[in-house]
T-cell receptor, first 111, second 118 residues
Framework: SQQGEEDPQALSIQEGENATMNCSYK?????LQWYRQNSGRGLVHLILIRSNEREKHSGRLRVTLDTSKKSSSLLITASRAADTASYFCATDSSNTGKLIFGQGTTLQVKP | GAVVSQHPSWVICKSGTSVKIECRSL??????MFWYRQFPKQSLMLMAT?????????EQGVEKDKFLINHASLTLSTLTVTSAHPEDSSFYICSARLAGGPRTGELFFGEGSRLTVL
């Protein structure tokens, strides 16, 4: 079953702008992960944030986690056309690697 | 870095035939692998958890006799779609969980296998 709800479902921005995607989940988690998927391809792991962490950075990516609201956000700063892809959050409730994915956000960055 | 290879990357078959998809960890051992399916423009749905040397654990609603999973070694899990029908057409993706070492527990995804059943 799907745990995560993501919004927006689709996002279109100009190159250079920031993109923010949100993810909400229903049950308690051990960690939450964000992945990127180019059309028809596999998943690329972007970042993992543990339940006891509130914010994490990796390059142009910033992820926040609010366990009281059961939500997370992914911010991509200074977006590039190459960032065009679908982005998924995924929760791991048991630290076993069994991930439940959100519905995803399709990001289009226009050059 | 750790690489997970899926084969075939795409396959077209006739209705009623069976198709086997391999998920192989190339340079690491994975005691646990996961199989997902993804319909066009949708998210990934977990199908089953594949454990080396034991029976797979299937998610609710996934037919175990339809989707046979075999995890025969620490580097290979296979998914066989038996008596495939057009509604089985989908993108199947596996992930492998690194076992042992300082990065134990990390997940790596394959590139996916696109199945089209005519």
């Amino acid at each position: 079953s799907q745990q995560g709800e993501e919004d927006p479902q689709a996002l279109s921005i100009q190159e250079g702008e920031n993109a923010t995607m949100n993810c909400s989940y229903k049950t308690s988690i051990n960690n939450l992960q964000w992945y990127r998927q180019n059309s028809g391809r596999g998943l690329v792991h972007l970042i993992l944030i543990r339940s006891n962490e509130r914010e994490k950075h990796s390059g142009r990516l910033r992820v926040t986690l609010d366990t009281s609201k059961k939500s997370s956000s992914l911010l991509i700063t200074a977006s590039r056309a190459a960032d065009t892809a679908s982005y998924f959050c995924a929760t791991d409730s048991s630290n076993t690697g069994k991930l439940i994915f959100g519905q995803g956000t399709t990001l289009q960055v226009k050059p | 870095g750790a690489v997970v290879s899926q084969h075939p990357s795409w396959v077209i078959c006739k209705s009623g035939t069976s198709v086997k998809i391999e998920c192989r960890s190339l340079d690491f051992q994975a005691t646990t692998m996961f199989w997902y399916r993804q319909f066009p423009k949708q998210s990934l749905m977990l199908m089953a958890t594949s454990n080396e040397g034991s029976k797979a654990t299937y998610e609710q609603g996934v037919e175990k006799d339809k989707f046979l999973i075999n995890h025969a070694s620490l580097t290979l899990s296979t998914l066989t779609v038996t008596s495939a029908h057009p509604e089985d057409s989908s993108f199947y993706i596996c992930s492998a969980r690194l076992a042992g070492g300082p990065r134990t527990g990390e997940l790596f995804f394959g590139e996916g296998s696109r199945l089209t059943v005519l």
